[in-house]
């Protein structure tokens, strides 16, 4: 939907596994082709984005590899970046670029599509050393145009930062939700504040894709949940002991830090 | 600023500690009168409403003792009513009921105020067994008109329930920026997404405020801390061994229990 706003002359081939949706796909004039096969829709294609689970991608990845174009260039859209750049690197040598854009929410399928999801949205790019630089150059371009801001990293920087700014955000919400359900009468939800809703709002996210994302993003993930736990039991430790000090120079530090964070470029980023 | 809208008959007198301030608040109409001395202001009131912070209101509801028109009513809208109650109902007797309106944003000051502030938010009355029901009554009747949807429990039901919806996001607000800021490169907040944003925009609220009320809950607050540093510790040992299906059933109940939460009034609730 941003391409087609954004780039009309682009040619756009869609992969999808149900034939329903990519009809709609095609009579709302989201792309000019459409189809079930990987390889038929990537046919003749010089830049193929894989957008699937990333558990998914190795599998998809092997099907198209040695059936596209000369020359063509991989990226992908994945959460995840070590596993996925692991297992596709090889099979595409230096035209595959690992790609996350940083954009979407809790809401997933065409319904939640938006032309402007793109707009001011941060997009890391995971380049190797042997990653051809026009290939990166051209995935650098092609999110550009989308409204996205590139920032590149290693595969490894890349998994470390999400685990802590997005991964580990999503795996506090499920809990915070879990832990009201389990330990608060059944009516309480009706009494939740803007707090717990903001803290709380991706975990009505897809279960199954975020399962996928924290499995394959596990070592980073493990321990950022482990830090996190001696922080709140650090915390409580404070509030035993009645440490408003040391308790209110925690929270002015946050308090700084969060405040220095840059405006969105809109509310629904994920 | 709602009660000025919405009740414009109401007679309305501010205490402050700024003059400044009240001055502000007189030359917007938003009050009949105004002072510094909380004696003066409650003079003649036939409801008193105490809004500072909790560790503050035993000082000026001492100062205040005795000195209200025969029959007054006292409430305040304080975010923990365990320690409230038990200092302020001994001075005040059945006159006084606890309240807690669950509205507010991590702003502060007379240049958040909203007059729909309170419309549609929840607000939890914590009457005690020796409270006049004609005080409870008229103290709901108050809320009402501003908008807010009463619920009654008792002092302790309410800190426990806060705890867990209110002041343990906050804390895990506060604490996730911490991490951020102590494990990850100086410049990746401006990588943050909308799941990072949600979870910490309360981390936003005043230190002193904030930390003045995890200190006054601190029982219940370290209990659910600690509830918490529980779940995260056990989600962290399936990932270490990949226990994908244990996993997607922990986060699948918490997507059905999130997707249940009725729809917010106003989207800055806190």
């Excluded at 801001?149 to 955000?169: F, N, W």
Aim: proline share 6%; charged share 20%.
């Amino acid at each position: 939907m941003a391409l087609r706003s954004r780039c009309p002359n682009v040619k756009i081939s869609v992969w999808g596994r149900s034939e329903e949706r990519l009809k709609e796909v095609l009579s709302r004039g989201l792309a000019d082709s459409a189809s079930t096969d990987p390889v038929a829709a990537a046919h003749g294609a010089g830049l193929v984005i894989l957008c699937t689970p990333v558990g998914s991608m190795t599998e998809i990845g092997a099907l198209l590899a040695g059936k596209l174009s000369p020359g063509a260039i991989v990226t992908d859209a994945g959460s995840v970046k070590l596993c996925v750049t692991e297992k596709l690197a090889p099979l595409f040598g230096g035209r595959f670029v690992g790609g996350h854009p940083m954009a979407g929410s809790e809401r997933s399928g065409l319904a939640a599509a938006r032309s402007d999801l793109f707009n001011g949205a941060p997009c890391i790019l995971t380049p190797l050393p042997t990653t051809d630089p026009f290939a990166l150059q051209a995935v650098g371009a092609f999110w550009t145009s989308l409204g996205a801001a590139i920032t590149t990293m290693t595969p490894g920087e890349h998994d470390r930062l999400v685990a802590r700014m997005s991964h580990l955000p999503h795996a506090l919400a499920f809990a915070l939700v879990n832990l009201a359900k389990q330990s608060l009468p059944e009516d309480s939800l009706k009494l939740a504040g803007g707090s717990f809703r903001g803290a709380t709002r991706v975990a009505s996210s897809s279960p199954k894709l975020w399962s996928g994302i924290l499995i394959e993003n596990r070592r980073e993930t493990a321990s950022a949940l482990r830090e996190m736990s001696g922080l709140l039991d650090s915390i409580a430790e404070s509030l035993d002991q009645e440490q408003s000090d040391s308790l209110l120079d925690f929270l002015t530090r946050a308090k700084e830090y969060r405040d220095s964070l840059p405006l969105p470029a809109h509310d629904e980023l994920s």
